[in-house]
């Protein structure tokens, strides 16, 4: 078994303070509860035998006996006598994941989550703020349930969903597959039977989910659609209000003009971008593509022709 | 904000709660009724306040800020016309008339 360094650094000092608690146990058992061999095991404590505390006098090294009678004694563990204890970064970091983890659907043991998210807190709990570790993952609790139903007992689900690429209520049956969180907001992937593709699905855009028949039974299949459109590119030029624009969707810098930015940014579709440009209500201008431009413009003056004309 | 003394010399209210404290809505929403062309407009529809907003031709919307409402509601261009209140209106007005001028005229090009 090939480890790495950072591995075998975890294995070592979790070991001294095992073997403080188990004294006299053998080399056989204690390579079996680590799980390495006999051989990597005695290179563990060759080493840890050599290491110490500054000054590195023979008093200042941690002391291990174990090659009489195949068993180990710790006679000076130096300061390794405790278990390593988690920083207050690192128990924070794990609460975040599992609690966000306890919440996503299709989990099939969640009771272990919990119990070790409790865990955690109780040992973090000198560090009052770990009770304000909380998180939610935005999905109406019916969709919840049947993602959890669905993904558990392997079968299909008839999706409503609204989608951001045309502003519309797609309705759909998918096999879903995973659940998966990213940045604290929760996907469903899925193959989408309508699409004849693998979809991703934002859990907080599931308008409703009913579990249909198990995976597989299904009979007919529709054809598979085309495939997705290339993905079109746009070239904007946005105020200084708009920059944010930039993070939200992955925009690449290309050029200042004065305070505003000229920006190349992928579009979900065509229809995504032209909505996109008239939320920023003149902060964004498109540059390319003419399309893209000219959508623009004939949305803006459609949406101004539903009110009557302002008196001057 | 004025500084009134060092850090950790204030005691936090006893009542107050870091985590429901983040999420709360803001007392100050802002509301619109608008018209709602049928089957369009998702992204309004799941945010409305009002009943049977999947299939009403007229739905509430809440926004945190007229400009915050204002812009949600420019992006569904034409499917969506606001019918009250006057703020509302004329900040969706002045936000697609600033998108029609910028996108007409030669000089942003």
Not at chain 1, 76 to 93: A, C, G, I
Not at chain 1, 281 to 296: F, I, K, N, Q, W
Request: aromatic share 4%.
């Amino acid at each position: 078994v090939t480890a790495t360094s950072g591995e075998r650094l975890a294995r070592l000092l979790a070991l001294v303070p095992w073997l403080v608690r188990n004294d006299g146990v053998t080399i056989a058992d204690c390579a079996a509860h680590f799980n390495v061999t006999e051989e990597e095991l005695e290179r563990d404590l060759w080493l840890l035998v050599v290491c110490g505390t500054p000054g590195y006098g023979p008093d200042q090294l941690v002391d291990i006996d174990f090659w009489d009678e195949g068993v180990i004694h710790v006679l000076d563990p130096q300061t390794l006598e405790r278990p390593l204890r988690l920083t207050h970064e690192e128990s924070m970091t794990l609460l975040l994941a599992l609690r966000m983890l306890a919440q996503l659907p299709g989990i099939s043991d969640r009771d272990a989550i919990v119990t070790a998210a409790a865990k955690i807190e109780q040992n973090a709990s000198e560090v009052a703020s770990a009770r304000f570790v909380a998180v939610q993952v935005e999905v109406l609790p019916e969709v919840r349930a049947a993602v959890d139903a669905a993904l558990i007992g392997h079968r299909e689900l008839a999706l409503r969903y609204a989608a951001a690429t045309r502003d519309e209520v797609t309705e759909r049956i998918v096999e879903p597959i995973r659940v998966l969180a990213v940045d604290g907001i929760g996907y469903l992937e899925a193959f989408c039977q309508s699409a004849g593709a693998l979809r991703t699905f934002r859990l907080d855009r599931i308008l409703s989910a009913d579990v249909g028949a198990p995976i597989g039974e299904t009979v007919e299949r529709p054809s598979p659609a085309a495939p997705e459109q290339e993905p079109v590119t746009a070239t904007l030029r946005l105020a200084p209000s708009a920059r944010w624009v930039i993070d939200v969707h992955s925009g690449t810098e290309v050029a200042h003009e004065g305070p505003d930015t000229l920006v190349r940014l992928p579009l979900l579709s065509l229809d995504w971008g032209v909505r996109l440009v008239l939320s920023l209500g003149g902060a964004a201008t498109v540059r390319e593509p003419v399309e893209l431009r000219a959508a623009v413009a004939d949305a803006a003056e459609a949406a101004l022709a539903g009110y009557p004309r302002e008196v001057p | 904000v004025t500084v009134t003394g060092r850090a950790r010399e204030q005691a936090p209210p006893q009542d107050f709660d870091i985590a429901s404290f983040g999420t709360a809505e803001s007392d100050e929403r802002v509301r619109a009724r608008v018209r709602v062309s049928p089957g369009r407009a998702a992204s309004l529809r799941r945010r409305a306040v009002s009943d049977d907003a999947w299939t009403a031709d007229e739905i509430v919307v809440e926004g945190a800020s007229v400009e915050a409402l204002a812009s949600q509601i420019c992006a569904t261009g034409p499917d969506v016309v606001v019918l009250e209140p006057d703020d509302v209106i004329h900040a969706v007005r002045a936000g697609l008339a600033a998108v029609a001028a910028a996108h007409r005229s030669e000089e942003s090009q």
